[in-house]
């Protein structure tokens, strides 16, 4: 199962919206409902943000939304804030029954 | 509140195994799948399997098969991953995380596992 892609990076400014997006394909992000984005700050566990494609745990701010259109699923941060800096990693369910990663986008919030 | 304990950090030789722990409390043990997802220095998070504590169940990726073992003591709600044939490569923080069904949603706190001679 080869993992999903995703940009190195991406920037933006305060208040700016940014989108990264995870490629795949019908096996895993096409198949599926089930996409999640996790936010991971340096030397912490992950944080899940998205389930499902576009649902949001609680506590998590409607800032952050997500979507899927065919194999590529977007995980989209409006308003951007100083503390959204961080790497993201989408993840998917796959048709074997296991889950993949993608390689991860460091975001940079200028 | 739901809580993952996963045990301390480990050094290891190459060649040897090492048996990382991750114990549940706040949920109903045999109701959530466990997996095993780790993260290489400054890389990517790579997932390694996943156990059904309530019958013991396994599915592991494939890069994996044959060397890691996934299991479960529900007397004390713990999972255990061993992973054998250490190389320099497995150095690692090595995570548990639990689902539902398909999304992982809390996650431990991570083990660092470092294989050095």
């Known amino acids: 199962q080869s993992a999903l892609t995703q940009p190195a990076s991406v920037s933006g400014s305060p208040g700016q919206s940014i989108t990264i997006s995870c490629t795949g394909t019908?096996?895993?992000?096409?198949?599926?409902?089930?996409v999640s984005w996790f936010q991971q700050h340096p030397g912490q566990a992950p944080k899940l943000m998205i389930y499902?494609?576009?649902s949001r745990p609680s506590g998590v701010p409607d800032r952050f939304s997500g979507s899927k259109s065919g194999n590529t699923a977007s995980l989209t941060i409006s308003g951007l804030q100083a503390e959204d800096e961080a790497d993201y990693y989408c993840?998917?369910?796959?048709?074997?029954?296991?889950?993949?990663f993608g390689g991860g986008t460091k975001l940079t919030v200028l | 509140q739901v809580q993952l304990v996963q045990s301390g950090a480990e050094v290891k030789k190459p060649g040897a195994s090492v048996r990382a722990s991750c114990k549940a409390s706040?949920?109903?043990?045999?109701?959530?799948?466990i997996h095993w997802v780790r993260q290489a220095p400054g890389q990517g998070l790579e997932w390694m399997g996943v156990?059904?504590?309530?019958?013991?169940?396994?599915n592991y990726a494939q890069k994996f098969q044959g060397r890691v073992t996934m299991t479960r003591d529900t007397s004390t709600s713990t999972v255990y991953m061993e992973l054998s044939s250490l190389s320099s490569e497995d150095t690692a923080v090595y995570y548990c995380?639990?689902?539902?069904?398909?999304?992982?949603?809390?996650w431990g706190q991570g083990t660092l596992v470092t294989v050095s001679s």
């Open positions: 993840n998917s369910y796959t048709r074997s029954s296991s889950l993949v």
């Open positions: 156990i059904n504590p309530s019958g013991g169940s396994t």
């Open positions: 499902d494609v576009n």
């Open positions: 706040g949920y109903t043990f045999t109701s959530y799948y």
């Open positions: 019908s096996s895993d992000i096409g198949g599926y409902h089930s």
């Open positions: 995380a639990r689902s539902l069904r398909n999304d992982v949603d809390y």
